[in-house]
């Protein structure tokens, strides 16, 4: 595919700017997504799992396998995926996660190769990989299906992406700003905009005009009784993932 135009927002980098240190404080500003994580993590991993052909039981189930989490953050999926044995490249616009990043890996004994850059800079530079991560990142970019473009460019033949979003009808509104934002408090005022949220089948047809064919899409669903996050092959209402591969 063509190469797009940089897909950065400033204004979203900002955001995420301001809270890189408290990546790693599962009670600070990005408690929702160290909630979530397992939720995604166990998507992640079957995905990658079913398309490679890995038994998820052996130690390093991923090992051989090249990695892109792209918006990577302060690593909360960087880590695991390097530790089921994955090369990973943590990439995001946002250089004040950078070094927050690199030292949580060098505390936990794990070699990543964090980089403040861009997706586009990657796909300039020739890089390719086995499977591209674009987890919560695509309702905070200026141009949706350039950003999904790039990450076709960015995948090997029989590549894999994962993409997780959020669904724009009145319930996320409730459930995601005006719920999470202003009444739990569990993320800033402002960290979201409603009108940038996807839907499954919008984000569907981005993947197919990039080239890629979607295999899979899942719900996550948030209890309040159990307080955990959860897989759903029926509710994608709220929170949701999709699977695509390189044709």
């Not at 090249?66 to 690593?75: E, M």
């Not at 250089?95 to 800079?121: F, M």
Request: glycine residues 8%; aromatic residues 8%; proline residues 6%.
């Amino acid at each position: 595919m063509a190469e797009a135009a940089n897909s950065i927002d400033p204004g979203e980098v900002a955001k995420f700017e301001a809270m890189a240190a408290e990546w790693w404080d599962p009670n600070g500003k990005f408690k929702p997504l160290h909630m979530l994580n397992p939720c995604r993590l166990d998507y992640i991993t079957t995905q990658i799992a079913t398309q490679f052909g890995r038994d998820l039981t052996s130690p390093e189930p991923f090992k051989g396998l090249t990695l892109l989490d792209i918006g990577c953050g302060g690593g909360l999926l960087s880590e695991p995926m390097a530790r089921l044995g994955a090369t990973v490249i943590g990439a995001d616009a946002a250089g004040g996660n950078i070094p927050v990043a690199q030292l949580h890996a060098q505390q936990s004994g794990l070699e990543i190769d964090y980089r403040h850059c861009a997706a586009e800079d990657l796909a300039q530079e020739g890089a390719q990989f086995d499977a591209v991560l674009a987890m919560e990142i695509i309702e905070h970019v200026a141009d949706p299906q350039g950003f999904v473009n790039t990450i076709e460019s960015l995948l090997k033949t029989g590549g894999l992406m994962i993409c997780s979003t959020l669904n724009r009808n009145p319930k996320s509104y409730m459930m995601a700003i005006f719920g999470a934002e202003r009444v739990m408090r569990w993320l800033p005022v402002g960290t979201h905009e409603w009108s940038k949220f996807v839907t499954p089948d919008e984000l569907y047809d981005l993947a197919r005009k990039a080239g890629l064919d979607p295999v899979d899409r899942r719900g996550m669903v948030f209890n309040p009784i159990s307080w955990r996050w959860s897989l759903s092959d029926r509710d994608l209402s709220v929170n949701y993932a999709i699977a695509a591969v390189k044709r």
